[in-house]
């Protein structure tokens, strides 16, 4: 075996073929990129609703001296008898596992640590704003419905907000995006192997007197297929490798920055991207590698 | 070396016999001229020979092997020990002398130094010394057939296939490119040689088989064309 030989008909073939070879490498680019998009909004998805499946709760917030809430128009802040009662409430529910108090310094100090990378919104929110809160831990936390209506009609509550159902809008929001991601990604890599398809065609039809001869001369057939089937891994590795680099890019520019807006509390880790990235750049290779051998048996004869 | 026995082959879409029920034996060393019009089976032959083709039926044995029982991977191995020449040379336009001979043992993975070393024997022994650096362009017919007859011959095959390979080029250059054959054909290659060209037969003497209508209607061993009766 002559590697260097095999190098240089590859180059050959890459460089007579230039046009299609970019438009493979661009093509597999696109599409390993939300290939890889999609995962990783997998794995983001994944790390939170593992991170908040012991968290979620309801929270009842109660009313201030001023609140803004209809709930609250016409009336000071909760009473002490008023607490006391929503306390006894909640703890006789037979869907409830505890329930916690938190006075205004816990929201405050829960507030800061939730927002510790965004200092203009901390510096912009006193003690005093913060409510007060009864937090409820279901014992279940899709059985939330009896609970949560039950304290939105209750004296001294304000509102209700049940974390499940924000969650729920989020993760129904990032498994949308997912979804549209695979699909783009799917068509690309269809697009991707007909193009393949096309560029070996070309490339088989530019070298068909080459590869007659190699043929005469008894190569082997890994000889004579070894060099389109390259031109295909090499157009995959490099679209493999623009695609690392755009994903890279996502992690940074898009994921980093939701991170920061939404508050996530989990963060994607670049082992997270690092994953992503290695098997999207093997899914792109293998593509064409087969697209390659399939399309040489149709249009090589050996 | 070549032993064709009851060969029949039909092409698809043909209802007539390219080759119809052929029984021939060529032995080591042989100089064997197939002659016949244009459809006869001659190309058939050769190409059934190289198991480009399978036959329809009967058995076909090349170099002591059983055409019928060789895996297709190990097809490309029973065509190192055959060489093949054509009448339209099929030499690499970019590639110069050296390299079109130099391509075929690069393909089939010799070391650079054995390269090195035999191409240029080859090209002086189809008498080509001296133009190993010329591209195919710059080359005469004869010459470029010359080339192709070192490619063919490079790796010291067995048996050695020529297609018409005097169908494109003139009398006078034809009779270097038959000595080139018989100069081959003395190292103890079996050449196989499918022509019309009737001089040539006339001249060399050799064995002359006759194919028409894909049956062999003559195997004469020192034979002529035989268009003259």
Not at chain 1, 57 to 66: D, G, P, R, V, Y
Not at chain 2, 1 to 28: C, E, G, W
């Amino acid at each position: 075996m002559r590697a260097n030989f095999i190098f240089s008909e590859v180059w050959i073939g890459l460089r007579r073929n230039l046009t299609m070879t970019i438009a493979v490498i661009v093509t597999v680019a696109i599409g390993m990129a939300l290939l890889g998009i999609g995962l990783m909004i997998n794995a983001q998805v994944g790390s939170m609703s593992s991170y908040w499946s012991d968290k979620v709760q309801l929270s009842a917030f109660l009313c201030a001296k001023n609140s803004p809430f209809d709930a609250c128009k016409g009336r000071g802040g909760v009473s002490q008898q008023e607490k006391v009662a929503l306390q006894k409430q909640i703890e006789a529910m037979p869907q409830v596992d505890r329930v916690t108090f938190e006075n205004q310094e816990k929201a405050y100090e829960n507030f800061k640590a939730a927002y510790s990378s965004n200092s203009v919104f901390l510096s912009a929110v006193k003690v005093e704003d913060m409510p007060e809160s009864f937090r409820v831990k279901l014992k279940n936390p899709d059985d939330y419905k009896a609970v949560f209506d039950a304290l939105s009609g209750a004296a001294g509550v304000a509102n209700v907000v049940n974390d499940q159902q924000l969650l729920d809008r989020f993760f129904g929001l990032m498994n949308r995006l997912r979804s549209a991601a695979l699909v783009v990604a799917l068509i690309q890599v269809f697009a991707a192997i007909l193009l393949i398809g096309n560029t070996v065609r070309l490339s088989a039809y530019n070298r068909r007197r080459e590869t007659g001869i190699m043929r005469l001369v008894g190569a082997s057939n890994l000889y004579i297929q070894l060099p389109f089937v390259m031109e295909g891994t090499i157009a995959g590795l490099v679209g493999g490798v623009i695609s690392a680099v755009l994903l890279m890019f996502a992690k940074i520019v898009i994921f980093d920055s939701m991170q920061k807006f939404f508050a996530l509390a989990t963060q994607l880790t670049w082992s997270d991207v690092a994953q992503v990235i290695t098997l999207t750049t093997v899914v792109g290779v293998l593509i064409c590698i087969l697209a390659s051998f399939v399309t040489l048996r149709r249009y090589l004869r050996v | 070396m070549i032993h064709f026995d009851n060969v029949t082959k039909v092409y698809a879409n043909q209802n007539r016999p390219a080759l119809d029920h052929v029984s021939v034996d060529v032995d080591k060393g042989e100089f064997v001229f197939l002659v016949g019009p244009s459809g006869s089976g001659k190309s058939t032959f050769l190409r059934l020979v190289l198991k480009e083709e399978r036959p329809n039926s009967g058995a076909i044995h090349v170099a002591g092997k059983d055409l019928a029982r060789l895996s297709n991977f190990k097809v490309p191995h029973l065509r190192r020990r055959i060489g093949c020449v054509f009448q339209d040379f099929r030499l690499l336009p970019n590639k110069n002398v050296y390299e079109n001979v130099a391509f075929a043992l690069e393909v089939i993975g010799k070391p650079r130094r054995f390269i090195r070393k035999v191409v240029p024997e080859v090209v002086e022994l189809v008498g080509l010394e001296g133009k190993a650096h010329r591209m195919p362009d710059e080359l005469s017919g004869g010459e470029q057939q010359r080339v192709a007859m070192a490619r063919a011959f490079v790796n010291r095959p067995m048996i050695l296939l020529a297609d018409e390979p005097t169908g494109n080029i003139d009398p006078a250059t034809s009779i270097g490119i038959m000595k080139v054959l018989d100069r081959i054909n003395r190292t103890g290659t079996t050449v196989v040689m499918a022509t019309h060209d009737a001089a040539i037969v006339d001249s060399m003497r050799k064995r002359v088989v006759e194919l028409e209508d894909g049956k062999i209607v003559r195997d004469q061993s020192r034979g002529v064309y035989g268009q003259a009766y």
